[in-house]
């Protein structure tokens, strides 16, 4: 066998990524490539784990959340004896070239693996997190989007009922973009995200001058990395361990209840969305994106454009290299967050 293209997805799941599969196998078979689908991410690559995908097999997933490939956070240069495995895999499955859709950590691996082990391979940026630098979207991010803001128009009822500040904790590694957009859209009283370190004292005086107008309630949307500010950090060491774990992020959202319940006659709910902006059917938009990246990225197989990531900029497919994505990451738009504050308070 040979001129077998490769497709895997690695990292966290996100909606959207069947609708990628599907895009390469369609845009593939117009030229007449095989595509070899690589199951549970870069283990798959390592342990042979590795079938055809046929038209047949990827009918109708478009619509259909998590990756019939699976998925994994396996990083084959943690294994010296797994990078062997690869070698021996890619010439047992005749792969000519690979397709990898995934996140930061996924593509800053992907780069490695073109610099250093020479594998042609493309990139396709995957996450929720919107946070992948070239490219202005990442699909998943409009449905993790459309769901958290489901969340804070149902909260805003019964915190206007019984009174109460609703905390939203969102996801959101490093970034606020979720946050920021869904408490927009959801007309958050306060967002507070990675990039600003929030003090409390000047959340607690925005509680206290909507109460004094007769707003006694409140709708603060945290993402699962914002910080507080080192003049007011009052998190301790155990805290602190517990809440920034790159392994686990998330529990700001409770502390800063307790935090506001201290300090201003409010009572305080707390509400962590955390897998279900992950989970279910990617929205439209998403759906359309992913098609779209899954098609360019073949075609920049066929024009040899490897060591580089599809992405999109205005309304337009580009191709980048991956030395300017691996291991960074996209902060929030100053413009954005500034619109957001006009309406805190």
């Not at 593939?28 to 095989?34: L, R, S, V």
């Not at 073109?114 to 998943?140: A, S």
């Not at 955390?274 to 439209?284: H, M």
């Amino acid at each position: 066998m040979d001129n077998y293209i490769g497709i895997l997805t690695g990292g966290g799941d996100c909606p959207g990524l069947n609708a990628v599969i599907r895009a390469v196998v369609r845009r593939a078979m117009q030229e007449k490539i095989a595509i070899m689908g690589i199951f549970s991410g870069w283990r798959g690559l390592i342990d042979g784990n590795i079938k055809p995908l046929t038209r047949y097999s990827v009918a109708g997933i478009q619509y259909k959340g998590g990756t019939i490939l699976g998925t994994s956070r396996c990083n084959p240069f943690d294994d010296p004896e797994g990078l062997q495995k690869i070698r021996d895999n890619w010439k047992k499955y005749g792969l000519s070239s690979l397709i990898v859709v995934g996140g930061n950590g996924t593509l800053s691996c992907s780069m490695r693996m073109w610099k250093h082990e020479g594998y042609p391979l493309v990139g396709v940026p995957k996450t929720i997190d919107n946070d992948i630098m070239g490219t202005d979207y990442t699909f998943g991010f409009d449905t993790a989007v459309s769901i958290a803001t489901d969340a804070i128009d149902r909260l805003h009822t019964t915190a206007e009922a019984n009174h109460r500040v609703m905390i939203v904790e969102v996801m959101g590694r490093h970034t606020g973009w979720i946050a920021t957009q869904a408490g927009i859209a959801g007309g958050a009283d306060i967002i507070l995200i990675p990039e600003k370190p929030f003090r409390i004292s000047e959340v607690c005086d925005l509680l206290r001058k909507r109460k004094a107008v007769g707003r006694n309630f409140s709708i603060v949307v945290v993402a699962e990395d914002a910080r507080p500010h080192p003049d007011e950090d009052y998190l301790t060491a155990e805290q602190r361990d517990r809440v920034y774990n790159e392994e686990h992020l998330g529990g700001i959202g409770a502390i800063v209840g307790r935090w506001i319940e201290d300090r201003v006659s409010l009572s305080s709910r707390v509400t962590v969305l955390g897998y279900i902006q992950r989970g279910g059917s990617p929205t439209a938009f998403d759906r359309v994106l992913a098609t779209r990246l899954g098609v360019h990225a073949v075609e920049m197989v066929l024009r040899g454009e490897f060591g580089r990531m599809a992405g999109m900029r205005g309304v337009d497919m580009v191709s980048v290299p991956l030395e300017e994505v691996a291991d960074k990451a996209k902060p929030v738009n100053e413009e954005l967050y500034r619109i957001a504050e006009i309406f805190f308070g």
